[in-house]
């Protein structure tokens, strides 16, 4: 499998690799100290759609990499799709799998800057 770095633009059917932070499921506003992550995992998705700054993301493989509270955490559920907005994932340092038929995604890519 060969990996290359990934500009930030997404089409439908790539997969993609990146590094995110696992965040307390807690969502208390009320503390006063800024909070931090309890860790970090690396995912692998593929594209299922883009809808203007949002990606959908279908996950294949997530694996925690790095854990700070020493309890287990939980990364994404194989199967989920989740949502993300294109720079949260830019920030993750995202790698896209290299397709076989690199001429195709350059076609939809194409087609997709000719119909905006």
Same mark, same amino acid.
């Given at each position: ?27 208390? +506003?009320?503390?006063? =100290?800024?909070? +931090? ?20 993301? =279908? ?14 955490? +939980? ?5 989920? =799709?989740? =949502? ?33």
């Amino acid at each position: 499998m060969a990996w290359e770095k990934s500009e930030g633009v997404f089409v439908e059917s790539d997969v993609v690799e990146w590094i995110e932070a696992i965040w307390s499921p807690n969502k208390s +506003r009320r503390r006063k =100290t800024k909070s +931090r992550p309890w860790g970090k995992q690396k995912v692998v998705a593929q594209v299922a759609s883009v809808e203007g700054d949002f990606v959908k993301l =279908t996950v294949l493989k997530a694996a925690v990499i790095e854990n700070i509270i020493g309890s287990e955490l +939980r990364p994404h559920k194989v199967g989920t =799709t989740i =949502t993300k907005k294109r720079s949260t994932l830019l920030r993750g340092n995202p790698e896209r799998l290299h397709w076989s038929e690199e001429d195709v995604r350059a076609a939809l890519l194409d087609n997709l800057s000719n119909s905006i």
